[in-house]
Structures are given as C-alpha cells and as structure tokens.
C-alpha cells in the first residue's frame, strides 16, 4: 500500500501563488509517475500536471506557463508551484501516485487539498 499526504492548499486572491506538497510513504515502486489532479464542483476530475521517476513532465494546457510541477525522489514527495491563479482554479486538488509495474499499474490517490481562488 501507498500512502500520500497532501498539504499546501488555502485561499488566495487572483494573481496569487500557492504551493502543494504531497509526501508518499509505503510500497512505492522505482518506476512511477507522481501528479496532481482537480476536480471543481460539478465537474470532472482533470489532469493538473504529472512526473515521472524519470522528470519527465506532463502539464495540462489550461495551467502551462503558470504551474510547474517537480519532485524530490529522495523524500518521495512532489510539489506543485502554482503563479498567477485565477478564479478557475479553484478545486480540490488531488494527489496521485502510480507505480509502474511489468504486470501493470497500481494507482493511489490522496484525500485531496481545497485551492479557494477569490476574485
């Protein structure tokens, strides 16, 4: 088992900044990719950002050049900068890890961070 423990959220006002930390414990694999996710009210759960064990980076249009996403393999824990937030921003943000295994892959998730973006 995988356990994430997120931390980091609040409000802030629009133009703002804000960063998410998400420290992983337990059975993590050395081939994974770590990310971040969001799902507003009424909506869908979306990709924010994601890195892989190797820094390779996937960052959802609708942040790029605002958010970056990194990551400290030795502490097990990812970061999310998030700059210049906007009221759309504002979603509960879940952290999320998979472990890429030969078989498969097993996916965990955190129980989520409130992003409050005021106008």
């Known amino acids: 088992q995988v356990q994430l423990v997120e931390s980091g959220g609040g409000l802030v006002q629009a133009g703002g900044s804000l960063r998410l930390s998400c420290a992983a414990s337990g059975s993590i694999y050395s081939i994974n990719t770590m990310g971040w996710y969001r799902q507003a009210p009424g909506k869908q759960r979306e990709l924010v950002a994601t890195?892989?064990?190797?820094?390779?980076?996937n960052i959802s249009d609708s942040v790029k050049g605002r958010f970056t996403i990194s990551r400290d393999n030795a502490k097990n824990t990812v970061y999310l900068q998030m700059n210049s937030l906007a009221p759309e921003d504002t979603a509960l943000y879940y952290c999320?890890?998979?472990?890429?295994?030969?078989?498969?892959?097993?996916?965990?998730w955190g129980q989520g961070t409130q992003v409050t973006v005021s106008s």
């Open positions: 890195i892989t064990s190797g820094d390779s980076t």
């Open positions: 999320n890890l998979k472990n890429r295994r030969n078989w498969g892959t097993q996916d965990y």
